[in-house]
């Protein structure tokens, strides 16, 4: 007994060994750079031109960079905030990215947290009505686009394809069916055979009179439940 208790005690000595051996390796190699990047960072924001924004974007596209620093949390939150960005850089129609919420990694990761938690209000039904009002609100305040919304959703949420059609239902019952549908249409190519989401969306295809369309959406639901045949008794399929 007391042999196989040493055994264990070793094992988790070794174990704790190494992972203070490999710690120390990396702040020797790259820790003591840290607070160099973050001061770079730091400053593209603060500078926020055209030319400090792509510095900033190249130095996430360095797989080096990312590769040894995502392990660190203010990093990590920046490689998921740069991705974003990426995104809503392409598209022309935005006018307002992630990046136009903070001008420093402090005030970005504020930001973003404020989104996450009052979505895991909503996940967790914690005040959940009141979550709802509050994130419709901050979000046409700040002009956030679907493109962030559905980005912290997918990387935050654990009942991701609920929250989706949660926040999408809410913004159908606001009248604001456009952004509904867009972040349905996201949701989808994430979850691509999600019941819910396809009948959600065949739904507001119905509501405005785009009835192949919507037929179309019905089409690519796999195995059919209750949730489909609600559809279709709605629209008069059945």
Request: charged residues 20%.
């Amino acid at each position: 007994m007391n042999s196989s208790h040493n055994i264990i005690d070793l094992d988790s000595e070794a174990t704790i060994k190494n992972e203070i051996n490999a710690l120390n390796d990396w702040n020797e190699k790259y820790g003591i750079y840290l607070s160099d990047y973050t001061n770079r960072i730091n400053m593209l924001l603060i500078d926020h031109s055209d030319r400090a924004l792509n510095d900033l974007s190249n130095l996430f596209y360095d797989k080096d960079f990312v590769e040894q620093y995502n392990n660190v949390p203010s990093i990590a939150h920046m490689i998921v905030i740069m991705t974003i960005y990426k995104e809503e850089f392409a598209d022309s129609n935005v006018t307002k990215t992630i990046l136009d919420h903070g001008y420093n990694i402090n005030e970005l990761i504020f930001h973003f947290r404020k989104i996450k938690f009052l979505l895991w209000n909503i996940e967790f039904d914690v005040d959940k009505s009141n979550a709802l009002v509050i994130l419709n609100e901050y979000i046409a305040a700040e002009h956030i686009t679907i493109t962030e919304l559905t980005y912290i959703i997918q990387s935050t949420s654990i009942n991701r394809a609920e929250i989706f059609l949660i926040f999408a239902r809410y913004l159908r019952s606001n009248e604001n069916t456009i952004a509904a549908l867009s972040l349905l249409m996201n949701a989808n190519t994430i979850f691509f055979v999600n019941e819910s989401i396809l009948c959600e969306i065949a739904d507001i295809y119905f509501q405005y009179g785009y009835n192949e369309v919507a037929l179309k959406f019905i089409n690519m639901i796999e195995h059919e439940s209750e949730c489909t045949s609600c559809l279709k008794n709605k629209w008069g399929l059945i």
